[in-house]
């Protein structure tokens, strides 16, 4: 099935000449890291059935190390199979705990860009959530690109800046024509975009078309947690890259970005860098930091196999004692997990505090997406939460219900 038939084709996909090398760098020496077959192409869209769901289109997983760079990345994917489009819904801005990390961002980025005033370019948008919040800071104007834009969903961004401009497309080379920025954010999209080298190259054309010393800030998924920890969870299909520092900070170096600052947020699940254009073309990893990543990589395919045995017994367990279980997360780690496990039969629900995806189905095994009200009926034995950084706030949303199952974390 083309999904994009129907919806916006991302135009930074890898062009024929490009593909079987790195999308980062170009290099041809890959080695293979890990290989996953039938997984869901999707899985942050809102379906309506559970047999939609079910039949959803799956395809293959094809990890691969960049012997060069040290990127990471699916060469087997094909970017026809997912879906950007409306029902498209992936933020995180309906818990108190992502809020506060958001407000404490924005007020960092201000405070270490000195940004004041001037135009904020935000590629991968969502809602707006982050431009507003950090326009209204800064008293800066906002312009965010992102073709899952929707009027349904407006109502997660709570104080809107004055002057920001949603554009619901891809960001591309006809996006970037005489743009101009003070600062470029790419929050949490760069994983999702097939062709990294060529976005790195848009970023600096538009630093060459604005003020001398555009900032950057990027933030990814941070990988080396997830291969030295086997999280399994956080491998699924819409994610075709996979940065660590050193691959992170190289791409943006050789396309002439100085990096200023390496953070690791959120439970350091979130690698960020933020950079200055300079022009100058920068070096990527030496040889020693090549060799500590492959080694890494080595174990990983181990490493998860070991992972998922271990919680694929614990709800079998729970399932032969005749105890209910249900999961927390309707995003990408519950998809990737339900799936992992070999369906998830032993699990009844998936618990989501976003309206939007309450009433909705799984991708892939079709298990119905239910608000924390309905647990108050189910009354869970346990309840396995996707994301270890809101334990405290599921622990207390669950004790406010007067609901003590156990309550176990990946």
Not at 98 to 103: A, C, G, P, S, V
Not at 107 to 124: I, M, P, S
Not at 274 to 279: L, N
Request: proline share 6%; charged share 20%.
């Amino acid at each position: 099935m083309d999904m994009q038939a129907a919806h916006p084709a991302n135009p930074l996909v890898l062009r024929p000449g490009e593909r079987g090398h790195c999308p980062a760098c170009g290099g041809r020496a890959l080695q293979p890291v890990l290989r996953l077959a039938a997984v869901p192409t999707n899985s942050c869209l809102m379906l309506d059935t559970p047999e939609e769901a079910r039949a959803f289109p799956r395809g293959e997983i094809d990890l691969v190390f960049c012997e060069d760079c040290c990127f990471v990345f699916n060469r087997a994917l094909d970017p026809k199979l997912t879906e950007y489009s409306e029902r498209y819904e992936p933020t995180q801005a309906y818990s108190g705990t992502f809020r506060r990390f958001h407000q404490a961002l924005a007020e960092r980025l201000v405070a270490e860009t000195g940004l004041k005033g001037g135009t904020v370019v935000e590629v991968g948008c969502g809602q707006g959530e982050f431009l507003h919040l950090l326009c209204r800071l800064a008293g800066a104007r906002g312009i965010g690109f992102d073709p899952c834009l929707s009027a349904a969903r407006a109502d997660v961004v709570q104080d809107r800046a004055a002057d920001v401009t949603l554009r619901g497309e891809f960001f591309s080379d006809a996006s970037a024509e005489g743009l101009q920025a003070e600062l470029l954010v790419c929050k949490m999209t760069l994983e999702h975009i097939p062709a990294a080298g060529r976005f790195a190259a848009l970023a600096a054309q538009v630093a060459r078309q604005s003020a001398p010393g555009m900032q950057l800030f990027i933030q990814v998924p941070e990988c080396e947690r997830i291969f030295a920890h086997g999280a399994f969870e956080d491998v699924y299909y819409e994610h075709c890259n996979y940065f660590t520092e050193a691959s992170l900070t190289g791409l943006f170096a050789r396309h002439g970005f100085a990096i200023e600052g390496v953070s690791r947020e959120y439970a350091d699940q979130y690698l960020a860098i933020r950079a200055r254009y300079t022009g100058s073309p920068g070096a990527g990893p030496g040889p020693e930091e090549r060799a500590r990543l492959r080694d890494m990589l080595i174990h990983f395919r181990e490493t998860c196999a070991r992972s998922i045995a271990d919680w694929r017994a614990l709800v079998a367990k729970r399932q032969a004692e005749g105890k209910p279980v249900v999961v927390w997360g309707s995003g990408s780690k519950g998809v990737a997990f339900l799936g992992a496990i070999g369906g998830g039969e032993g699990i009844s629900h998936v618990v989501d505090i976003n309206p939007h995806r309450q009433g909705h189905f799984m991708v892939g095994t079709g298990h119905p997406i239910i608000g924390p009200a309905a647990l108050t009926e189910i009354r869970p034995a346990t309840v396995i939460l996707m994301n270890p950084v809101y334990r405290e706030e599921v622990a207390a949303d669950l004790r406010a219900r007067g609901l003590a199952p156990e309550l176990l974390t990946l």
